[in-house]
């Protein structure tokens, strides 16, 4: 039984903390995001993009998921991430997600208030929340190869919020997608931010929020990787915007990069080993520990 985002971030809101969003692929990424929040005592949202859904299917991707929170202590919530094709958004709906999020930030504003009204109809008459996005996120997605940020206008998401009776916003103070976030001073607008919450009303959510985390950077490279320039949000940056307002914050890029050294780190040091389940122990370990470093930065320990 999956928990209902909404009341999720509601209750953050109040407590001034913020929930981790974590992407998910497969199995052992579910196991080690939801281990983590077991022992930090802390809820969670998983999240599949349409990009996951294409790889694995959006039946296993709920499956796992739903064991995962049906086995845990904590309350565990499945989302939608940059739903942008109506067919994914109906099946998720339908399947039984907790929310979906529809990304119409590409869109013209009008069309943006249009299409999201008609997501928020279909989801809330299955109790669903929804999550709409106003300003772009600049960054590398599965669906959009790279955009210029366009930072949120705060009396434009008041009005959006209003006319589209969307759940959580996510909103555009700096972040963007992918391993490299900023070429000079790694700092979100706080003081943009802060205008967004005197406006609006709903928990806000902040994407494009890894923060590239320089020792795994480094074992990835020791072992291959070329991940030349990275650069992500210092802790300090998202720790500000969780103390102004922020209440989920989305995580991918670190995943993918723990993923990646520790597979790498495991077959270079281990030639003779084929077995894929020594392949992937260490990376689902050290996803649990990724996601335990940003649950301690978010606030949301001891809060499931
Ligand atoms: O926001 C984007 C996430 O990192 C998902 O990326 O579309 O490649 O799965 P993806
Ligand atoms: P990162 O690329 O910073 O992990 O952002 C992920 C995200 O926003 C998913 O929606
Ligand atoms: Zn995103």
Do not use: W
């Amino acid at each position: 039984m999956f928990a209902n985002t909404k009341n999720l971030l509601k209750k953050a809101q109040r407590g001034k903390y913020a929930v981790g969003h974590f992407n998910i692929n497969n199995m052992e990424i579910v196991q080690g995001i939801v281990q983590a929040a077991q022992n930090f005592k802390s809820p969670v949202i998983l999240a599949t993009s349409e990009g996951a859904i294409k790889y694995a299917g959006m039946n296993f991707l709920y499956e796992i998921a739903n064991t995962a929170a049906s086995l845990s202590k904590v309350p565990v919530a499945l989302h939608l991430d940059h739903g942008r094709d109506m067919k994914v958004i109906k099946q998720a709906i339908k399947i039984g997600y907790s929310s979906v999020m529809f990304d119409g930030s590409n869109l013209p504003f009008e069309k943006n208030v249009r299409m999201t009204k008609k997501v928020v109809r279909m989801a809330h008459k299955k109790g669903i929340s929804v999550e709409a996005e106003l300003g772009t996120i600049g960054g590398v997605e599965d669906t959009v190869i790279s955009r210029n940020i366009v930072y949120t206008d705060p009396i434009k998401a008041q009005e959006f919020v209003e006319r589209t009776g969307c759940d959580f916003l996510a909103v555009a103070i700096g972040t963007s997608h992918g391993a490299y976030k900023f070429k000079g001073n790694a700092t979100l607008d706080i003081t943009l931010l802060k205008e967004i919450v005197k406006n609006v009303t709903v928990p806000l959510v902040l994407h494009g929020a890894s923060e590239v985390p320089h020792d795994i950077v480094k074992m990835a490279e020791k072992y291959g990787a070329q991940l030349k320039g990275v650069k992500g949000v210092p802790d300090s940056e998202v720790r500000k915007a969780v103390r102004n307002g922020i209440c989920k914050i989305n995580t991918d890029t670190d995943l993918r990069i723990a993923f990646d050294a520790a597979v790498r780190q495991f077959l270079k040091k281990k030639p003779k080993d084929f077995d894929p389940r020594h392949i992937l122990s260490p990376a689902r370990d050290l996803i649990t520990k990724v996601v335990e470093d940003r649950m301690k930065v978010f606030g949301s320990k001891k809060r499931g």
